[in-house]
């Protein structure tokens, strides 16, 4: 980690029709680890520490570290001095006076791959999933998904059922993410496009029928073996820029 003496990183400018996907590996050199931590306040070190096992340490150190560093360059600040808050079912946002700032945010990690979206002023969600073959994809469909979409399911090639599945299944978590209620909303209540050719979309949404209209789904591809979804609030109108954080010249 470069002195304090030193420059912070130039800020990043996100205009308010853009919605800005970060894509990076938790897979990082111990030099970077270290940097990660150094951001760290209090609280995440102990959740940090109270992993058992090293892999889930370095995860959960890299992703909290480089969501400070990418919140300090969105919010021109520094990240150490970042505080969060959570609503009643956990989602987190910007606390104090940087709230007011109106920037939004939303992670998620899955195998060695972390999501993050921010956006100003609309809400965001975001899903990243490990595409595993051998999951038990019926049985989950028929349990949580809506009935269309275990039908839609069904008509698809045996081939591209299991991508089919983890599309269907990232653009439900990250509707309900953006939402921010967590699994209080049942995932059979709304309705998502299933076929991977398809364009990703909120098709229905049973308890409010003018809630689907609020919402647009954009389909990503994270890296060979994953499947994500972005979902965002009247995002039918933004651009989606995704980008890859790979290097060191952020410390």
């Not at 980690?1 to 800005?20: C, F, Q, S, Y």
């Not at 931590?37 to 058992?52: G, I, M, P, S, Y």
């Not at 990418?70 to 940087?98: H, V």
């Not at 591809?221 to 979902?231: E, H, K």
Request: glycine share 8%.
């Amino acid at each position: 980690m470069t002195g304090e003496t030193e420059p912070r990183p130039k800020r990043t400018i996100l205009e308010p029709d853009e919605v800005h996907v970060w894509v990076a590996s938790l897979n990082q050199h111990e030099e970077e680890i270290a940097a990660f931590r150094a951001l760290l306040n209090a609280d995440e070190l102990v959740r940090a520490d109270r992993f058992t096992f090293a892999k889930g340490r370095r995860q959960f150190t890299v992703a909290r570290g480089l969501l400070r560093m990418l919140l300090g360059q969105y919010l021109d600040t520094d990240p150490t001095q970042i505080e969060f808050n959570y609503n009643s079912y956990g989602k987190p946002g910007l606390a104090g006076d940087r709230a007011e700032q109106g920037l939004q945010f939303n992670l998620s990690h899955s195998g060695e791959l972390v999501l993050y979206a921010l956006a100003h002023g609309r809400e965001v969600g975001i899903d990243v999933e490990t595409i595993r073959p051998d999951f038990a994809a019926d049985a989950i469909a028929a349990r949580f998904f809506a009935p269309a979409e275990r039908d839609a399911l069904k008509a698809l090639d045996p081939n591209v059922r299991i991508q089919a599945f983890f599309d269907c299944w990232t653009r439900k978590e990250a509707f309900i993410k953006a939402r921010g209620k967590g699994l209080s909303i049942g995932l059979d209540t709304f309705e998502v496009s299933v076929d991977p050719a398809s364009r990703a979309a909120l098709l229905v949404t049973h308890d409010d029928p003018d809630e689907a209209t609020r919402w647009a789904l954009h389909a990503l591809a994270p890296g060979p073996g994953y499947a994500g979804a972005l979902a965002v609030a009247g995002g039918a109108d933004c651009r989606v820029e995704v980008k890859t954080w790979s290097d060191r010249s952020h410390f």
